[in-house]
Structure formats: structure tokens, C-alpha cells
């Protein structure tokens, strides 16, 4: 399931929690593709504390308690890492990650806690959501099967990876517009990762992160940036993203772009798509502005004059993700509408 719709997916599950109808929710998938960056988001979409849980790294009495005696009898100790009302809040999501890579002993300690919401005398309180994520046993990765009576107590989802979905999220963390404009121009490179040969850096949604925060570590020294390019998204994307922001050099006047005079479009694909990822991330930027719909405005004429008007579909597509409805309140919004109302739009 792309990430957009999984992302509904756990807001729903965590706002059922107040109405008694929570199931836990497991993620499977590949490394990189941002299955805790999706729990972590509807946390914070909902104010709400994120206990994260890395099983991997727990022994069975991390999650079960110590023991210890009381006259006759044995109790057990509550780990405190585990969610509270009074200490935590009400309500919030407990996340269960590298469920996959616990050992068996771990994993069967998890038993109650995932399907009964408790541990001994320890109850997770009433409206917390408990979440799960672990990667494929094809992944290369350290990986246990997950045994028959743990699976049964999820609701199954594999993430897969969108580009969509991951330039509406670049645009809205301010990730680097080179970084954007590249993957629209080579899309297949966004998740590119083969276990059977167990690469060490490889092209991933987190990884063209590490590449964004290269380029405003290195972006001023050409002797180091594909090097660092390369040690985030390994050696043939690294190379390919360098030479993308060589060319880019040719790049149109923008700024003339945005004041409305006639700018002529490049031949070249690969400067439309970094022109169009550019002007996205300055219409963002100038919405707000007191000029900023007339800004926009003009994009949205650049955008129409595209000689592959599906060029043009994707700059408005980009935009409209970005900033949502404020889109159609720009006057020259119909105009551009009017001049593809041919094409099919799919979001």
C-alpha cells in the first residue's frame, strides 16, 4: 500500500482507540521506505507522546518486569519504558519496531502485550494504539519468521515506495528542489535496492534524505560532493545526481518566470524537470506573500506553455499536493484548467 494511504490507514487506527474498535497494525517492508517516519507522523499530527520499543535490541525481562519478592509471594516490576497514563498521557501510540529481528523469546513476551493489551498485572491504557514494523526476510536484513500466533494478532500492510506521495513529503520538509526534480526525472531510482547483492548505501526515501543534507553540507565544494553523493545513495545514483546538478547551470531565469515576462522553456528534459520542481518550491515559498497569487499565476502560465503539456499537469499536480485548495483561489488557476481540460487528471 502506497505511504499516503497507509498513513490514513494508522490515523484512523489511532483515533479508534476511543471507540473500542483498535487492532494492532504491523508494517512490512524493505529498509529505507519510512515505516517509523510514518508512525512518528501521525504521533505528531495528533500531539500525541510515541513510545518506540526497538525489540531487536530487548531481552524478554525488558518488556515482562524483574521479579521480586514480597513475604511470600513474587511480583513483578513494571518496566518503566513502557506506556503509563499518569506519566505518558491518556492516550498516544506504543511502537513496537525491529519486531521482526527479536528473538523468538522476545517475541513471544510481546504475545499479550500486542493481543491483550497487558503483561501480568501491567495494563497498556485503554486509548493507546500499538503499532509494528520489521522487514522482509528477503531483505537481507537480521530476521526472524514471525511465528503463527503473532501474525495473527495484526492487520497485515506492506509499504511500498511512491514517488507522489514522496515528493508531497520533500516539498512539505523543504527537502532540496535538486533532489526532487531528479527523481521526477529518473523515478525508477527513488527505491533501488537488490538484497541479493547486499549493498551497503543504495537509493532509498531515507537515503535521498542524507543526499539533500549533503548538498547543503558539500553543495560549495565540487571535490567532495559526489563523493558524499555516492556514500548516501551509492556509487551509480550518487554519480547520476552529480552530474543532474552539473547541468543545471543552463537553468532559465526563474526569477523572470515569476514576474511574468515571456522566458523561453528548455529543450532539454532533464532542466524541465528541475524547472518545474523549482518553480513548485518558489510558489510555495511565495504563497504567502503579499504578490504571492500573482506569483503563482504566472507559474501557472509557464506551466501551460510546456511543449509536453504532461510536463506542465505534473508542476500543478506538485503544487496542488503541496499547498492543497489554496491553489484554486488563484484567478489564473481556470485559465490553466481551461487550456488542458483534455487531459485526464489523476492525483
Known sequence: MRPAHLIR????EFTSTTQGHHTPVMLWGPPGVGKSQMVAQVAARHRAPMIDI????????????????VGTQVEWAVPAILPDATRHGETGILFLDEITSAPPAVSAAAYQLILDRRLGEYQVPEHWAIFAAGNRQ???GVTYAMPAPLANRFSHFEVETHLDDWVAWAYAHGIDERVIAFLRF??????????AHNPIAFPSPRSWEFAHRGLQKFGDDPD????????????????ELNAFINSLDRMPDLDAILRGEEVVIPKEID????VAAALVGRAIRALDAAEGPIRVGHILAYAGRF?????????VSDLHRAIGNRLFEVSAFGD???SIADLMLYS
Open 9 to 12: 490507514v494508522l490515523d484512523r
Open 54 to 69: 526497538r525489540l531487536s535490541q530487548m531481552e524478554p525481562s525488558d518488556l515482562r518486569g524483574i521479579p521480586f519478592r
Open 138 to 140: 528477503g531483505d537481507r
Open 186 to 195: 529518473r523515478p525508477e531510482l527513488l527505491f533501488d535496492f537488490d538484497p
Open 224 to 239: 567532495l560532493l559526489q563523493g558524499t553523493l555516492q556514500g548516501c545513495v551509492g556509487p551509480a545514483a550518487g554519480i
Open 271 to 274: 532542466l524541465q524537470y528541475a
Open 307 to 315: 511543449p509536453q503539456r504532461e510536463m506542465g499537469v505534473m508542476l
Open 336 to 338: 490553466w484548467a481551461q
